[in-house]
């Protein structure tokens, strides 16, 4: 069994300049209730399937198979009308750090998180910059929250 331990940050579109290409990302929910989620990911040429179950906001069970391309696609073409999310994603080393951020598109348009996975909760790490508030915390920041109830349809935004 994989545990992900994984805090999650909104970020300063004026500060974040990403220092390496993006890669498309593209995921499709199969299932999505109750702290359980399964999703269809693709990303640049890789698929992947993932099923996870929250612990809590900070630690998750991960279970991640690579798939081959081709059925990915025909997974998240049969499953069309399930909540999808889209975004480019940025990896960068920062202070020895790996930093995940995505630049969320479509109907999560202007939103732009930045997540850190850490050996143990209470693992310390240097915070960038253009690190604005923690949402770890926070369900709606949920990719799986975001396929369903996208940030353009919030009436309060950070």
């Known amino acids: 069994m994989g545990i992900e331990i994984e805090r999650k940050f909104l970020v300063d579109k004026n500060l974040f300049k990403p220092s390496v290409k993006g890669e498309l990302l593209h ?3 199969l299932k999505r209730n109750d702290g ?5 990911r693709i990303i640049g040429t890789n698929a992947f399937i993932t099923i996870k179950s929250t612990i809590t906001a900070m630690v998750k069970n991960e279970f991640e198979y690579a798939i081959p391309l081709k059925d990915a696609q025909e997974m998240i ?3 069309k009308d399930l909540p999808a999310i889209k975004k480019i994603r940025y990896q960068q080393i920062i202070a020895g750090d790996e930093w995940v951020i995505d ?3 479509d109907e999560n348009e202007g939103l732009l998180m930045a997540e850190i996975e850490l050996p143990s909760t209470s693992t310390s ?3 960038p910059a253009w690190l ?3 949402v770890t915390d926070d369900f709606r920041f949920h990719n799986s929250s975001l396929a369903a109830f ?3 349809a919030w009436i309060e935004k950070p």
């Open 150 to 152: 996208p940030f353009k």
């Open 77 to 79: 073409e049969i499953f």
């Open 103 to 105: 630049e969320f598109l």
């Open 36 to 40: 359980r989620s399964v999703r269809v």
């Open 27 to 29: 995921q499709v929910y």
């Open 132 to 134: 604005l508030k923690e």
């Open 125 to 127: 790490f240097s915070k």
